[in-house]
């Protein structure tokens, strides 16, 4: 069975700094895209960055500047870097991958459990 568990999260102030990891453990074939997504309270989640298995990136308007998303591949692991942090990025943050079991199979989509950033003014 597939999981990813993600850590990292915190309560930090406005200006700091946190990264967060997400490892994904289990047996399966290839990851594809891994992803970092936030939902805040009463709002809809929201993608934050991806990362292609070729290592392209892409951010959200919001966070460019500031966010930072990376993988080892051979951990399995995808890392999001937060600096400049506001108190509008206040969120649990989840990460999300597209993975194939067996190379033969089409991808399928795993969420994390979620870890909770809070940044306080």
């Known amino acids: 069975q597939v999981q990813l568990v993600e850590s990292g999260g915190d309560l930090v102030q406005a200006g700091g700094s946190l990264r967060l990891s997400c490892a994904a453990s289990?047996?399966?074939?290839?990851?594809?895209?891994m992803d970092w997504y936030r939902q805040a309270p009463g709002k809809q989640r929201e993608l934050v960055a991806t990362?292609?298995?070729?290592?392209?990136?892409n951010y959200a308007d919001s966070v460019k500047g500031r966010f930072t998303i990376s993988r080892d591949n051979a951990k399995n692991t995808v890392y999001l870097e937060m600096n400049s942090l506001k108190p509008e990025d206040t969120a649990i943050y989840y990460c999300?991958?597209?993975?194939?079991?067996?190379?033969?199979?089409?991808?399928?989509?795993?969420w994390g459990q979620g870890t909770q950033v809070t940044v306080s003014s």
């Open positions: 999300h991958a597209l993975i194939k079991l067996r190379l033969w199979l089409a991808n399928r989509e795993y």
């Open positions: 289990g047996s399966f074939a290839s990851i594809n895209a």
């Open positions: 990362i292609t298995s070729g290592g392209g990136t």
